[in-house]
């Protein structure tokens, strides 16, 4: 079993930058890939970037590739969104989870309660 908890949310001004983290408890937690997803008011909830158990391989949607940047540290049980240059598209609820590599939401079988983030143009 894997918990997450999602931070570092906020109101930032376009152009500004955030870092999310999410930690996780559970001691296997490293032998997961984790996945950042977005939800925007009105819209469904998509894949923004993912990254491997062990930090090795990355993938990030056409939307954030270049301006985000997905890490881990598994001594720390943590993994960080690092958010750049962002813009209003970006504002919506934030969601970290653990499972399979990919994009799908279906690879992911845990879910932290989501971090909003709310861009003033």
């Known amino acids: 079993q894997v918990q997450l908890v999602e931070s570092g949310g906020g109101l930032v001004q376009a152009g500004g930058s955030l870092r999310l983290s999410c930690a996780a408890s559970?001691?296997?937690?490293?032998?997961?890939?984790v996945g950042w997803f977005r939800q925007a008011p009105g819209k469904e909830r998509e894949f923004v970037a993912a990254?491997?158990?062990?930090?090795?391989?990355?993938y990030y949607a056409d939307s954030v590739q270049g301006r985000f940047t997905i890490s881990r540290d598994n001594a720390k049980n943590t993994v960080y969104l690092q958010m750049n240059n962002l813009e209003p598209e970006d504002t919506g609820v934030y969601y970290c989870s653990a499972g399979w590599y990919g994009f799908s939401e279906a690879r992911y079988d845990y879910w932290g309660q989501g971090a909003q983030v709310t861009l003033s143009s």
């Open positions: 559970g001691r296997t937690f490293s032998y997961y890939a």
């Open positions: 990254i491997s158990w062990s930090g090795g391989s990355t």
